[in-house]
Nanobody, 127 residues
Framework: QVQLVESGGGLVQVGGSLRLSCAASGRTFSRTFSSYHTGWFRQAPGKEREWISAINTGGGSTYYADSVKGRFTISRDNAKNTVYLQMNSLKPEDTAVYYC????????????????WGQGTQVTVSS
């Protein structure tokens, strides 16, 4: 079973920073984690879930939505089965629940491989 556990969210002021983590769990998935491209998504209250960033299997290629480009940095440590999202210069519109998932390219963007999601981690940016 594919399990990714998100953590690192919290309450931060405008302009602040947070670092989110996405850790693979489960014996089978942990062994194959490095073979998946991985992405971050977020869902704000009353809005659809949106893709914001992705990283390829080796970590050498990264991708960002325009809304976070230049402020967020995705990275991965395959030895630790973990993907990170460093978020700087946070804005109130970044307030959302953040999720990670294995992804594939689809029509110029990234889509989750599986239909289920983890619990996510809440990020709240106060002004």
């Amino acid at each position: 079973q594919v399990q990714l556990v998100e953590s690192g969210g919290g309450l931060v002021q405008v302009g602040g920073s947070l670092r989110l983590s996405c850790a693979a769990s489960g014996r089978t998935f942990s062994r194959t984690f490095s073979s998946y491209h991985t992405g971050w998504f977020r869902q704000a209250p009353g809005k659809e879930r949106e893709w914001i960033s992705a990283i390829n299997t080796g970590g050498g290629s990264t991708y960002y939505a325009d809304s976070v480009k230049g402020r967020f940095t995705i990275s991965r440590d395959n030895a630790k089965n973990t993907v990170y999202l460093q978020m700087n210069s946070l804005k109130p519109e970044d307030t959302a629940v953040y999720y990670c998932a294995p992804v594939v390219t689809l029509g110029g963007t990234w889509a989750p491989v599986y239909s289920h999601w983890g619990q996510g981690t809440q990020v709240t940016v106060s002004s």
